[in-house]
């Protein structure tokens, strides 16, 4: 069993950056199929970027391209997304969702491994 845990959220300005940190214990998540989730209050929880296993893919939602950006460090078994130019907008809290059959999925029930989310504040 993989446990996920972000880091890296808090508060920032409009304009900033943030760099949000997933570590995964227990398993290697080289081949998984990795992404980042954000939910907003009263909103839906939303695809913002994936990768798939082995990194040989990647998908960025049309709303963060240019903005975010997702990589993976099998090193250090984390994956991160970068994110500049924020905006208040982008205030939601981010997940990290995993799943072991690798491939690049982008729908929240295709992930079967799940952080407990980071919050993410942008201020104007």
């Known amino acids: 069993q993989v446990l996920l845990v972000e880091s890296g959220g808090g508060l920032v300005q409009a304009g900033g950056s943030l760099r949000l940190a997933c570590a995964a214990s227990g398993r290697s998540i080289g081949t998984y199929g990795m992404a980042w989730f954000r939910q907003a209050p009263g909103k839906e929880r939303e695809l913002v970027a994936a990768l798939g296993g082995y990194g040989s893919m990647t998908y960025n939602a049309d709303s963060f391209k240019g903005r975010f950006t997702m990589t993976r460090d099998n090193a250090k078994n984390t994956v991160y997304l970068q994110m500049n130019s924020l905006k208040p907008d982008d205030t939601a809290v981010y997940y990290c969702?995993?799943?072991?059959?690798?491939?690049?999925?982008?729908?929240?029930?295709?992930?079967?491994?799940w952080g407990q989310g980071t919050q993410v504040t942008v201020s104007s």
């Open positions: 969702a995993g799943d072991q059959r690798g491939g690049l999925r982008i729908g929240a029930d295709q992930y079967n491994c």
